[in-house]
């Protein structure tokens, strides 16, 4: 597809369980970006991908969230032993990387909605 | 570290008169500034970007914005508002001195009500 497409778009889960949301970037941006926004509220960066590197892991808010990407390309983002407070919406965003890239604005999906009941 | 600060929660404005959604950033070096909408159950939706230039900036469905270095600020305007115009607006700040490729740094968003 043309956009950044991300799944499921909505996610129903038990506190405890484990989840894995998955981005699938455009085609060609080797830059990935996860970001959580609660209800209503502003945009807290998780984690940055350059290719299937991630220079950045400074936003994961603990030892139970991890991603990873393969082949350059699709990313998954685990939420192990989920709890309540992590209920929100995931976005997934890409772009590209390069010497032109600091103007490129980001590509966005349009998230995974998870509750945890 | 960057920072961008949005004060207002919500902006009401009525159809047909301007709107101003406002932003301010903080960067140690140059900023490179984006606004972006954000519809109902939908990801963000790039509007318009400032790297360098012009402090006018026009943008995607008849917004502008005016980047301002000595205020530190890059508000969101447009002359005449839609109902349709009703979403939540981002601004992002980036600073070429961060390392993290361009990630960019949210501010916490402005619901705009704009009302027939």
């Known amino acids: 597809g043309a956009g950044v497409s991300q799944s499921p778009s909505n996610k129903v889960t038990e506190k405890g369980k484990d989840v894995e949301l998955r981005c699938d970037p455009i085609?060609?941006?080797?830059?990935l970006y996860w970001y959580r926004q609660s209800l209503g509220q502003g945009l807290e960066f998780l984690i940055y991908f350059q290719g299937n590197s991630a220079p950045d892991k400074s936003g994961l808010p603990s030892d139970r969230f991890s991603a990873e990407r393969t082949g350059g390309s699709v990313s998954t983002l685990t939420i192990q032993r989920t709890q309540q407070e992590d209920s929100a919406v995931y976005l997934c965003?890409?772009?590209?990387?390069?010497?032109?890239?600091?103007?490129?604005?980001?590509?966005f999906g349009n998230g995974t909605r998870l509750t945890v009941t | 570290a960057q920072s961008v600060a949005q004060p207002e929660d919500q902006v009401n404005v009525a159809e047909g008169n301007p709107l101003t959604v406002k932003c301010t950033y903080s960067?140690?070096?140059?900023?490179?500034l984006f606004w972006y909408v954000q519809y109902p159950n939908r990801g963000l939706q790039f509007l318009l970007k400032?790297?360098?230039?012009?402090?006018l900036v026009k943008g995607s469905y008849g917004f502008e914005a005016e980047f301002n270095k000595s205020q530190t600020s890059f508000h969101l305007k447009k002359p005449s508002a839609l109902v349709s115009d009703s979403a939540l607006y981002f601004c992002a700040v980036r600073d070429m001195n961060n390392n993290a490729g361009n990630m960019l740094t949210f501010g916490g968003g402005t619901r705009l009500m704009v009302k027939p």
């Open positions: 400032y790297i360098t230039g012009d402090n």
């Open positions: 965003a890409s772009s590209l990387t390069g010497r032109r890239s600091y103007n490129s604005p980001l590509h």
């Open positions: 085609s060609g941006h080797t830059a």
């Open positions: 960067v140690s070096g140059n900023p490179y």
